[in-house]
């Protein structure tokens, strides 16, 4: 059974930096694609990014790009999501799941990790 917990996630400026980390369990993780999605309060789901299983190919939504960074350590089962130069339009839960896909993977999602950008 898939079982991902997210940690990480704070309050923090506008400007500021956090890094989320994602730990899973219960499946062959270095085979797995990863992504993080978040949802701002009224909000629908938006994807953010995706690491293939080795980690050699990376995607971004256009809203991230250039300020996020997704990696992984397959060692230690675990995925990053580093968040730069923080936008008040970032403020959203946060979560990762196992696969990329919309609907369909979303079920794999933890409990997600809050993040909150004020000044």
């Known amino acids: 059974e898939v079982h991902l917990v997210e940690s990480g996630g704070g309050l923090v400026q506008p400007g500021g930096s956090l890094r989320l980390s994602c730990a899973a369990s219960?499946?062959?993780?270095?085979?797995?694609?990863m992504a993080w999605f978040r949802q701002a309060p009224g909000k629908g789901v938006e994807w953010v990014s995706t690491?293939?299983?080795?980690?050699?190919?990376?995607y971004y939504a256009d809203s991230v790009k250039g300020r996020f960074t997704i990696s992984r350590d397959n060692a230690k089962n675990t995925l990053y999501l580093q968040l730069n130069s923080l936008k008040t339009e970032d403020t959203a839960m946060y979560y990762c799941?196992?696969?990329?896909?919309?609907?369909?993977?979303?079920?794999?999602r933890g409990q997600g990790t809050q993040v909150t950008v004020s000044s």
């Open positions: 690491i293939n299983s080795d980690g050699g190919s990376t």
């Open positions: 219960g499946f062959t993780f270095s085979s797995a694609d």
């Open positions: 799941t196992k696969g990329s896909t919309y609907p369909g993977n979303w079920y794999t």
